[in-house]
């Protein structure tokens, strides 16, 4: 099994994220014979389910736990027989010498926990509400308190912002399929991109500068589409995302750091967001940062 057989499986068990499977199921549109593994990964498995032998449990073994549930109530014989002669003529099936029926005994005890459970939750729950209205008024009125600071909360925002970035790039990278518009135009690849988002990000080919475009896709960060850029620079490989964001909204001008080994820069440039991921030196990624996004001088 090699890692094209591993990425189909988990294609069949619906263990990868939106961009992932798109990303394959794009390169299975491409490789007629990885699409041919894919029809025989998935007829096999509806073979399986269809013809393969299962196996129930023998009568036998359930009548042999059932006969168990006297005999264990038998061992408790004189207590429950007190505690039936106690009971009063009015209790039908109770009196010297009567055995409870375990099967009864257990369901009435299920009864009694769900009781219980329902008489608890109007006190869970109203703990619960009163604790998180506890919580939502002192992150209003004192969010010291709670050691919510703006600025923190906005680095660890960021911060997963560019985990993710940097798991979309290198996701792009295992498929090897990293583009879904092949082109150094940018008069292609803008319209390409502009057509299935809604916005237009901007697209430069920098080949003089050395970070050559090579094309573009889709990708999802945050829960929302972005454009992918993706440029070469030598043997590096580059992603640009690129996506909308609220104006009004306070975010960092520039934030640098290294995730999983792979460097990251996030720019913040008239409403768009800028997150550059690369292997590449934090000086060459810098460069082609200022080309795409310049950092406004004063």
Same mark, same amino acid.
């Given at each position: 099994?090699?890692?094209?057989?591993?990425?189909?499986?988990?294609?069949?068990?619906?263990?990868?994220?939106?961009?992932?499977?798109?990303?394959?199921?794009?390169?299975?549109?491409?490789?007629? %014979?990885?699409?041919?593994?894919?029809?025989?990964?998935?007829?096999?498995?509806?073979?399986?389910?269809?013809?393969?032998?299962?196996?129930?449990?023998?009568?036998?073994?359930?009548?042999?736990?059932?006969?168990?549930?006297?005999?264990?109530?038998?061992?408790?014989?004189? %207590?429950?027989? !007190?505690?039936?002669?106690?009971?009063?003529?009015?209790?039908?099936?109770?009196?010297?010498?009567?055995?409870?029926?375990?099967?009864?005994?257990?369901?009435?005890?299920?009864?009694?926990?769900?009781?219980?459970?329902?008489?608890?939750?109007?006190?869970?729950?109203?703990?619960?509400?009163?604790?998180?209205?506890?919580?939502?008024?002192?992150?209003?009125?004192?969010?010291?308190?709670?050691?919510?600071?703006?600025?923190?909360?906005?680095?660890?925002?960021?911060?997963?912002?560019?985990?993710?970035?940097?798991?979309?790039?290198?996701?792009?990278?295992?498929?090897?399929?990293?583009?879904?518009?092949?082109?150094?135009?940018?008069?292609?690849?803008?319209?390409?991109?502009?057509?299935?988002?809604?916005?237009?990000?901007?697209?430069? !080919?920098?080949?003089?500068?050395?970070?050559?475009?090579?094309?573009?896709?889709?990708?999802?960060?945050?829960?929302?589409?972005?454009? %992918?850029?993706?440029?070469?620079?030598?043997?590096?490989?580059?992603?640009?995302?690129?996506?909308?964001?609220?104006?009004?909204?306070?975010?960092?001008?520039?934030?640098?750091?290294?995730?999983?080994?792979?460097?990251?820069?996030?720019?913040?440039?008239?409403?768009?967001?800028?997150?550059?991921?690369? !292997?590449?030196?934090?000086?060459?990624?810098?460069?082609?940062?200022?080309?795409?996004?310049?950092?406004?001088?004063?």
């Amino acid at each position: 099994m090699n890692d094209d057989d591993l990425w189909l499986d988990a294609l069949l068990d619906d263990e990868l994220d939106a961009a992932a499977s798109l990303a394959l199921q794009r390169r299975i549109a491409a490789e007629p %014979a990885l699409q041919r593994r894919l029809d025989d990964k998935r007829a096999l498995r509806e073979v399986i389910r269809g013809q393969a032998t299962r196996h129930a449990a023998p009568d036998e073994l359930r009548a042999n736990l059932l006969a168990m549930l006297p005999a264990r109530a038998d061992a408790h014989g004189p %207590a429950q027989a !007190d505690a039936g002669a106690g009971a009063g003529p009015g209790k039908a099936g109770t009196g010297a010498g009567a055995v409870a029926d375990p099967r009864a005994s257990l369901e009435r005890r299920g009864s009694r926990a769900a009781a219980r459970r329902r008489m608890a939750l109007p006190w869970v729950t109203g703990l619960g509400g009163a604790l998180l209205a506890s919580v939502c008024t002192l992150a209003v009125v004192a969010p010291g308190t709670l050691g919510w600071h703006r600025g923190e909360a906005m680095t660890t925002l960021q911060t997963a912002e560019a985990s993710e970035a940097v798991s979309a790039h290198t996701r792009a990278l295992l498929v090897d399929h990293p583009i879904e518009v092949a082109s150094s135009d940018q008069h292609t690849v803008r319209p390409w991109l502009s057509a299935r988002l809604n916005f237009v990000p901007p697209v430069t !080919d920098f080949a003089p500068q050395g970070y050559a475009l090579v094309g573009a896709r889709r990708d999802v960060l945050s829960g929302e589409t972005a454009a %992918a850029l993706v440029y070469r620079h030598g043997a590096h490989v580059i992603s640009v995302f690129v996506r909308p964001v609220d104006p009004t909204a306070t975010r960092a001008a520039e934030a640098t750091r290294v995730v999983r080994g792979f460097n990251v820069i996030e720019r913040t440039q008239g409403g768009l967001a800028f997150c550059f991921v690369s !292997d590449a030196n934090p000086h060459e990624l810098g460069t082609l940062a200022d080309l795409v996004a310049p950092l406004a001088q004063g």
